[in-house]
């Protein structure tokens, strides 16, 4: 069993900046993929940034602004947002992938306002 807990998020001005943390616990395989997605009402959840051994992915929408990283033993995972802006605001959701498994954690609020 894996269990992944966010924190970081939280009512934000625009312009400002933020970390969002994830912290992966159980049965964790250091090899492995570890990604942020994102979620508005009525939207399907999309990513925005994942991290592996291969190197970093992130959607051309936050390219510049969004910067994923991770620990050295592959447990945790954090999400630095600069210059933020109103259309960040979404819930935000931690996801581990290996073997063919794929965890999420119950996402954590962010809203910018303007």
């Known amino acids: 069993q894996v269990r992944l807990v966010e924190s970081g998020g939280g009512l934000m001005q625009a312009g400002g900046s933020l970390r969002l943390s994830c912290v992966a616990s159980g049965n964790v395989v250091s090899v492995n993929v570890m990604g942020w997605y994102r979620q508005t009402p009525g939207n399907e959840r999309e990513l925005v940034a994942e991290?592996?051994?291969?190197?970093?992915n992130s959607a051309d929408t936050v390219k510049g602004r969004f910067t994923i990283s991770r620990n050295k033993l592959q447990t945790a995972v954090y999400l630095q947002i600069d210059n933020l802006k109103p259309e960040d605001t979404a819930i935000y959701y931690c996801?581990?992938?290996?073997?063919?498994?794929?965890?999420w954690g119950q996402g954590t609020q962010v809203t910018v306002s303007s």
């Open positions: 996801n581990l992938r290996f073997r063919g498994r794929s965890f």
């Open positions: 991290i592996s051994r291969e190197g970093t």
